[in-house]
Structures are given as structure tokens and as C-alpha cells.
């Protein structure tokens, strides 16, 4: 796995700790890991866990995932820090983090927002074309746009209200 060198930072241990852990429950119960964080709001820490499936994720998927991860934490204690674990779905406007995000966003309409301006703006919004390593490509009514990856400051799905 890339990051796994000597210098991982504790945030990361636990987020990769985490990850390696949950894999095999969510995969018993056909879910996805979408992502894991370990961030801190406020004075509180929160390990997060967000997963999906076909269809959508209910509260009853959540709180069973919770509840069987729960043993494990118990089990493992790998976090020095008090937290608050939560288990919750990405939601309708999920952001895009690994590969396999961006390959199921193609054809969908996504929001992008720019740490430096393009054109003089920060924020895009159309439809996901193609990515690589290094750049993302969107379609905006008919004129298709690139930008460098290092710029994106938040990428995820459009929400779209269709009627």
C-alpha cells in the first residue's frame, strides 16, 4: 500500500490500522469503503467511517457495521486518544478521494473547487470526462476543461435535483 513507510504520521496509522480492520466486515456484507478519517473538531477526535452499497446505505447498515467494528476496537485499542467512532454514508454529493471514485464518476456531473483560479474562478461544476494521475477533465456545456489534480481543492458529486 503507498504511505506505508516508516514516517507515517499517527493519523495515518490509525486510519490505515483502521481500514486494514473494517475491510473484511464491510466485504462480508457487500459494502464499500468509501473512506476513513481520524480528524479532530473541536477538542473532540472522531475516527470516521464512511461506507456505501448498491442501493444505498440505511441506518440499520450503519449501526450493525458500528457494532461489529466496535468489538474490534475494544479488541485492538490502537488509538491512544479518547474518540468518538462513527460509521455513516458518503451521501449524495460523496467527494471523490481514490481511483475507483473517480472511474464511477465518469459521465456524472461533479463540483470542482481550485486552490489557484482557472480563468478567473475557483469553482466548476459538469460532466466528469476522463481523469489520470495528473489531471481531471469536465465538460461544461459542450467546452471540456482540464485541471492539474495538485489544484483540486475539493472534488465531489454534483447534487442534482431532478424533477
Known amino acids: 500500500m503507498e504511505g506505508r513507510g516508516v514516517h507515517m504520521s499517527k493519523k495515518e496509522m490509525y486510519e490505515a490500522r483502521t ?7 464491510l466485504d462480508r456484507r457487500n459494502f464499500e469503503l468509501v473512506d476513513v478519517e481520524y480528524v479532530k473538531e473541536g477538542s473532540t477526535w472522531y475516527l470516521r ?6 442501493g444505498g446505505v440505511t441506518i440499520d447498515d450503519c449501526q450493525n457495521v458500528s457494532r461489529a ?7 485492538e485499542n490502537y488509538i491512544d486518544d479518547q474518540y468518538i467512532f462513527e460509521v455513516s454514508s458518503p451521501g449524495l454529493t460523496r467527494p471523490l478521494k481514490k481511483e475507483k471514485d473517480y472511474e464511477k464518476s465518469i459521465g456524472r456531473m461533479i463540483e470542482i473547487k481550485l486552490f489557484s483560479p482557472v480563468d478567473k474562478s475557483k469553482e466548476y461544476s459538469g460532466v466528469l470526462k476522463e481523469y489520470d494521475k495528473d489531471t481531471v477533465t469536465i465538460s461544461i456545456d459542450d467546452v471540456t476543461k482540464t485541471f492539474d489534480r495538485s489544484n483540486l481543492a475539493m472534488i465531489r458529486w454534483a447534487f442534482v435535483d431532478e424533477v
Open 19 to 25: 481500514e486494514e480492520l473494517i475491510t473484511p466486515i
Open 49 to 54: 467511517v464512511y461506507i456505501d452499497k448498491e
Open 69 to 75: 467494528f466496535n468489538e474490534i476496537l475494544d479488541r
